[in-house]
């Protein structure tokens, strides 16, 4: 298969190397210390057009390739997984909703001011006790004075309490009572409606830059222009959006990997003990080329996956076994990094420490990991 970039996504990605060196990699450890979102470096990136990665140049965006998309990503992540994780969560979850779902007015009300990197986007789905079994939601949006009624209450959600933070794209149960089959739609709920608020930043292992909160409806009202796409289709539109998040995410994931890998294998070649580099013992060097090995089954796994979206065929079972594969590698491989420090990886000064706290999320957020195996397993017929 053919990966290969044009020549204006290969500048793009250029660009995105540079500006992951030159700015996220020296001033995002700060903001992870300091466990606050920067804020202005994703404003920074929103005006050099990182922010609409894939949304066509018609809704302000710069229509780049899902290929591309994780080629760029390889270059963010790789200076720091927090701004790499808003800033994937905004391209993917956070916009394309409206961008898939949403009518011509509501694209241009909100996906343009979204795309052009003006506010950061934000996808609800997870509640307290409905996290992988998205149909056990219980926020409930009902009919009410000619729009609707929002109650509930959102769990984990990111990008959504920021001083960029636009509010949130939800969904929410649109079916009456305790019915079998319920329906579901989805709303965007802007920040400053009244009954919407958000709790505190939530504390992480890892993605520590990651705004992260609950948030709660309390008779929120939106009119109808407020609902996006089929009023009974909304699950599925949620679904269908989390398949390229998880592509994303295994993007993420190739990232840390290749991070960790190059930390190890430079501190492989600096650190002495009996006498010789530690690179040159085989045990060091047998770790090394497992990581670079795993790295590239995982990153082909994600390519093809971005491929198959970019050529319009299915690719529901490729993005999940691509997240699967991409995350358990990352988990591993930041765990085999941290070994080949000794203790000096384990001090939180180090940076294959933050990689290494950043690494376990990866295999459980947009679906955990038991849920892929879920998904493929179905997609084979079980
Ligand atoms: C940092 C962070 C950011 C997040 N950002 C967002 C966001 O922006 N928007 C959003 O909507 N959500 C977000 N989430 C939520 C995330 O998607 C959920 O945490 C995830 O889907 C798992 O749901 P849960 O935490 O409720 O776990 P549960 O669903 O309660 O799962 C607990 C365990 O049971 C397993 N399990 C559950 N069902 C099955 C099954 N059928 N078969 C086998 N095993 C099963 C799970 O795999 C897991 O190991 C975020 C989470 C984190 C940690």
Redesign the pocket.
């Given at each position: 298969m053919d990966f290969s970039l044009t020549e204006s996504e290969g500048d793009l990605v250029g660009l995105c190397r540079e500006f992951a060196q030159k700015e996220i990699a020296t001033r995002a450890p700060a903001a992870w210390e300091e466990a606050r979102c920067p804020t202005d470096l994703l404003r920074e990136m929103g005006a050099l057009g990182l922010l609409g990665m894939l949304i066509p140049e018609e809704w302000g965006g710069i229509g780049m390739s899902t290929v591309g998309f994780v080629a760029a990503m390889e270059q963010i992540g790789l200076a720091d997984q927090s701004v790499a994780a808003a800033w994937q969560?905004h391209v993917t979850?956070g916009s394309l909703p409206l961008y898939l779902f949403g009518d011509d007015a509501q694209r241009e009300r909100w996906l343009r001011p979204l795309a052009e990197g003006r506010v950061l986007g934000?996808?609800?789905?997870?509640e307290p006790d409905?996290?992988?079994?998205a149909r056990g939601i219980t926020t409930r949006a009902v009919r009410r004075d000619g729009g609707w009624l929002i109650n509930g209450r959102?769990?984990?959600?990111?990008?959504a309490g920021t001083d960029m933070s636009f509010g949130v794209t939800l969904l929410a149960r649109t079916g009456p009572g305790e019915e079998e089959r319920p329906t579901y739609a989805t709303f965007v709920v802007e920040k400053g409606t009244p009954g919407f608020t958000a709790g505190p930043k939530l504390r992480?292992i890892g993605?520590k830059g990651?705004d992260?909160r609950e948030l709660f409806f309390d008779d929120v009202w939106v009119s109808d222009d407020h609902l996006v796409g089929d009023p009974a289709m909304g699950l599925g539109q949620f679904l269908r959006t989390l398949e390229v998040g998880r592509i994303s995410i295994a993007a993420l994931s190739l990232s840390l990997t290749q991070a960790v890998l190059d930390l190890a294998l430079a501190y492989a070649k600096q650190r002495v003990q009996f006498g010789r580099p530690i690179s040159e013992f085989q045990a060091i060097q047998f770790k090394l080329a497992d990581i670079a090995t795993e790295l590239e089954a995982a990153r082909w796994l994600t390519y093809r996956a971005a491929s198959l979206r970019d050529t319009g065929q299915p690719f529901l079972k490729e993005a999940s076994m691509a997240k699967l594969k991409a995350s358990r590698v990352a988990t591993w491989a930041a765990s085999e990094a941290v070994q080949i420090h000794g203790g000096i990886g384990y001090m939180l000064d180090s940076p294959v420490a933050r990689f290494y706290c950043d690494a376990k999320?990866l295999e459980?957020?947009?679906?955990?990991?038991?849920?892929q195996?879920?998904v493929i397993a179905r997609a084979l017929g079980c």
């Open positions: 969560a979850i934000a996808f609800g789905l997870t409905a996290g992988s079994d959102k769990a984990f959600i990111s990008n992480g993605w990651l992260t999320v459980i957020g947009e679906g955990t990991n038991e849920i195996h879920v």
